[in-house]
Every structure is written in structure tokens, then in C-alpha cells.
């Protein structure tokens, strides 16, 4: 039955994909506890014709604006340290921020990128836009810790009102979690509500360092984000990481309970067994999670719960297929070689429709990068303008419509182009 289900997605799905790609984006501010340096936002879109953006800070100032097209993006140096737009410390935690956060708005459909450069940190957040970045109900993910040697590690949630008068509420705080400078019972933070108005944010974050807070390490994940009106929400880590001191950056903008699915493919990183870890935090009870098609399922967990699958998992093709009985927020925690270098994304469901065309801009500002493509099986993928398409697309095992490929290095302006839909990390 599971194998007639899925015919049928790959043939027949009419269900509406959602992007990056959008005319306007709404981004919550970053909170940086330690390690800040270079700031930068990176604008990039698949149109041959000039796009006009203006970025605007919450209050909708003009920061700067710039003319792209799909051969011309923009990389803008958007300061250093915490003078630097859209990055906050921890003085402005648990306060209602007007200007922070950022407003980009566009005349054609366009890709906003945030990357931060530290030495031996780095993070690349990538904005979902309004129309399916906004909503009213998330859970947030975070890399995955170890418990040894938490030193200045913190997972943050940050999140961003597009009306007026809008309520956000953080629930399901699971026992012994402690948000920096937020009342407590019982060694557990309540319940925090705040009020915010068109443009404004709040960023709230656990110390893993945090005197008596046991469940800051792995337990910030899952809380439960909800507002009366569409926000913007980023989660995620700074610093993270599972091997003691080595720590590095994780934050990405996420989309809303209502567009997450029961479909996903991750392509592995350079990590070990520590760093390589998909991350899923069920939305709703008695969730089943699936992975590589095998019918018994590897874990059952409940609405706020949380399961890290191990490296394993991962197929001798360095991807993974998970499937999950409900849908479910997934997060990927992985790593380049060294495991200092660890990062998180927000991963996407598997769509029957989508983009064809995606720009990674200056592909190479944070350290050197590897690229991961997620295409349909005997579709054609091109790269930066090669007239021959990529061989050697690696299959998926328990889902047949897809293939992965993985290609690393690469410096510049990264292009990739396909008959059909793509998925581009």
C-alpha cells in the first residue's frame, strides 16, 4: 500500500510547493551571544529582466536599495558586530525590538539570504518570504548539543509581527529549560506572551551554560510558537555542537504548521556521527517516523517531542527518505569535516511542483562550500551554463521519484538549472 501511495504523489500531486522566492520577506533579528563579526544579506533572483528591492529595517526606514537580475545578484556588507543591522546581544533579549528586524520588498519575485563570517563561525539563513513564511503556529529546532562543555552555546527563537496588535505566546517549554532572563517555577520557564505591533520583534534565548537549566541542552526543541496574527520565525543555535567546545552557528527562517508535510529527502553532509543528525519535532500525537521505506517505524513521539536519528540512518548514497505518519517540522544538523563546522537548516516536504531555476550567490562567503541537489528522477540538471547535465544522480531508497547529487567546492555565483523541480542547499 505504502508503494501505490507514493505512485500516486509522484504522479498526481497537486500540492502547492512553497519557495524562497517572493516579493516580500519579513526577517527576524539573530541573536549573537559571542563570536560576531561580518554581517551580510545576499539578494538573488531567476529573472533575466532588473528587479527594484528596498531593505528596510521593522519600521520600514530605508536600509538600502539595489537594482539584480539573474546574472547581476547583490552581496551588501550589512556592518560588523552589533552594529550591525539585524544582529541583537544579549542586553536586548525578552525586549520588544522596533527596528531590528528587516522588510524586503521587491517588483519581481527574489531569494534574501543573511550570512554571518567569524573566523571559524559562519551561518547562512534563508528567508521563505511573506507568502508562505508567515503564520501563526511553529516548533522550534535546534543543532544538536552535547552536555559536555556547553561553553557560551545558546539556542534562540526570534520572531516578527506584519500587523498590528498581534499576541505571540512561547509554550510547551519542557522541564528544566530556562530562557535567559525569563520567570521561572520550578526550574522551568513559563509560558512568555508578548504583544507586538506591525515591524516589531522579540528574540528569546537558552544559555546551555545556564546554572540548574539540564534541559537547555537538547529540550529547547519543539517549543511552541503561536500569535493571533501572521509572524515571521527564525530558529535555531549561537553557538551549537555536539563535540564540547567545537561550536559553531545554526539559524534559519522556518515556514508555519500549515505547510509542513510527511515527505522528506536530506543530503548528507561531511560530519561524523556526532554532527550528522535529521532532527524531526512532531505537531501532533502518536507521530510515526519511516525512514529509507522500511515499513516498521524507527520512533513514535507526540505533539512538542523531538527525535534525532542517528548518522546511520543515512543510505550508502549519503541521502536519506523519511516519512512520517503526521506531518512534522524536520530540521538537518550536519557538518563540513571538521566538526566544528556545524550547521542547521530548516528542510522543505517534497512537492510535485516547484522552481527550476535557483542562484546561490557568492557561493563560497562562508568557508568552502559543498553543494546539494535534490531533482526528479531522469530529469536534466545544469550547472553554471554547462550545456551537459549532471551524471550520476544518486537514488533514494523507499522513494523512486527523486535523485541526489552533491557537488563540492565551487567559488562565485552558483547557478543551477533543471527541466523540472529542484531542491538547492
Known amino acids: 500500500m505504502k508503494k501505490f501511495i507514493l505512485s500516486l504523489i509522484c504522479l498526481f500531486s497537486l500540492?502547492?510547493?512553497?519557495?524562497?522566492?517572493?516579493?516580500?520577506?519579513?526577517?527576524?533579528?539573530?541573536?549573537?551571544?559571542?563570536?560576531?563579526?561580518?554581517?551580510?544579506?545576499?539578494?538573488s533572483t531567476s529573472s533575466a529582466a532588473p528587479v527594484n528591492v528596498d531593505v528596510k529595517n521593522g519600521q520600514g526606514t530605508i536600509l538600502f536599495s539595489v537594482v539584480i537580475t539573474d546574472v547581476a545578484p547583490s552581496t551588501t556588507l550589512l556592518g560588523t558586530g552589533y552594529a550591525a543591522d539585524g544582529i541583537i546581544n544579549t542586553a536586548e533579549l525578552n525586549t520588544v525590538n522596533p527596528t531590528d528586524g528587516f522588510i524586503v520588498e521587491a517588483s519581481a519575485p527574489i531569494y534574501v539570504n543573511l550570512r554571518h563570517v567569524q573566523n571559524a563561525q559562519g551561518l547562512s539563513l534563508n528567508s521563505k518570504g511573506a507568502s508562505t513564511g508567515l503564520g501563526t503556529r511553529f516548533?522550534?529546532?535546534?543543532?544538536?548539543?552535547?552536555?559536555?562543555?556547553?561553553?557560551?552555546?545558546?539556542?534562540?527563537?526570534?520572531?516578527m509581527a506584519s500587523e498590528d496588535n498581534t499576541t505571540v505566546t512561547f509554550t510547551d517549554i519542557k522541564p528544566n529549560v530556562v530562557f535567559r532572563g525569563t520567570p521561572t517555577t520550578a526550574g522551568t520557564s513559563n509560558d512568555?506572551?508578548?504583544?507586538?505591533?506591525?515591524?516589531?520583534?522579540?528574540?528569546?534565548?537558552?544559555?546551555?551554560?545556564?546554572?540548574?537549566?539540564?534541559?537547555?541542552?537538547?529540550?529547547?526543541?519543539?517549543?511552541?510558537?503561536?500569535?493571533?496574527?501572521?509572524i515571521a520565525c527564525n530558529t535555531g543555535s549561537w553557538l551549537g555542537g555536539a563535540h564540547g567546545n567545537l561550536r559553531d552557528i545554526g539559524v534559519d527562517q522556518i515556514v508555519p504548521a500549515d505547510l509542513i508535510g510527511t515527505q522528506y529527502i536530506f543530503v548528507e553532509g561531511d560530519g561524523n556521527a556526532n554532527t550528522e543528525r535529521p532532527l524531526v519535532v512532531a505537531e501532533y500525537n502518536n507521530t510515526d517516523i519511516?525512514?529509507?521505506?522500511?515499513?516498521?517505524?524507527?520512533?513514535?513521539?507526540?505533539?512538542g517531542e523531538y527525535?534525532?536519528?542517528?548518522?546511520?540512518?543515512?543510505s550508502a548514497n549519503d541521502n536519506i527518505y523519511i516519512e512520517t505518519s503526521e506531518p512534522v517540522f524536520m530540521y538537518q544538523s550536519l557538518s563540513g569535516?571538521?566538526?566544528?563546522?556545524?550547521?542547521?537548516?530548516?528542510?522543505?516536504?517534497?512537492?510535485?511542483?516547484?522552481?527550476?531555476?535557483?542562484?546561490i550567490p557568492s557561493v563560497n562567503l562562508v568557508g568552502v562550500?559543498?553543494?546539494?541537489?535534490?531533482?526528479?528522477?531522469?530529469?536534466s540538471v545544469f550547472v553554471n551554463g554547462s550545456?551537459?547535465?549532471?551524471?550520476?544522480?544518486?537514488?533514494?531508497?523507499?522513494?523512486?521519484?527523486?535523485?541526489?547529487?552533491?557537488?563540492?567546492?565551487?567559488?562565485g555565483d552558483f547557478v543551477v538549472e533543471s527541466d523540472s523541480i529542484i531542491n538547492v542547499a
Open 290 to 303: 519511516f525512514v529509507n521505506g522500511n515499513p516498521v517505524p524507527v520512533a513514535n513521539i507526540n505533539a
Open 337 to 359: 569535516a571538521s566538526p566544528a563546522a556545524t550547521s542547521l537548516n530548516f528542510i522543505p516536504p517534497l512537492r510535485c511542483n516547484g522552481f527550476k531555476k535557483v542562484v
Open 307 to 314: 527525535f534525532y536519528l542517528p548518522q546511520t540512518a543515512y
Open 15 to 43: 500540492l502547492d510547493g512553497y519557495s524562497q522566492l517572493d516579493v516580500k520577506h519579513y526577517i527576524p533579528p539573530l541573536y549573537g551571544r559571542t563570536n560576531v563579526q561580518n554581517h551580510y544579506m545576499i539578494l
Open 139 to 159: 516548533r522550534s529546532g535546534h543543532i544538536f548539543n552535547s552536555a559536555a562543555l556547553p561553553h557560551v552555546k545558546a539556542s534562540e527563537i526570534s520572531v
Open 369 to 379: 562550500p559543498t553543494v546539494s541537489i535534490t531533482a526528479r528522477t531522469n530529469a
Open 387 to 411: 550545456a551537459t547535465p549532471l551524471t550520476g544522480g544518486l537514488t533514494v531508497p523507499g522513494n523512486g521519484c527523486w535523485v541526489t547529487y552533491k557537488i563540492p567546492g565551487g567559488v
Open 192 to 230: 512568555i506572551v508578548v504583544n507586538l505591533n506591525a515591524g516589531e520583534s522579540y528574540t528569546i534565548a537558552a544559555w546551555l551554560d545556564e546554572p540548574g537549566a539540564t534541559g537547555n541542552v537538547n529540550d529547547v526543541n519543539g517549543t511552541l510558537i503561536t500569535s493571533t496574527k501572521p
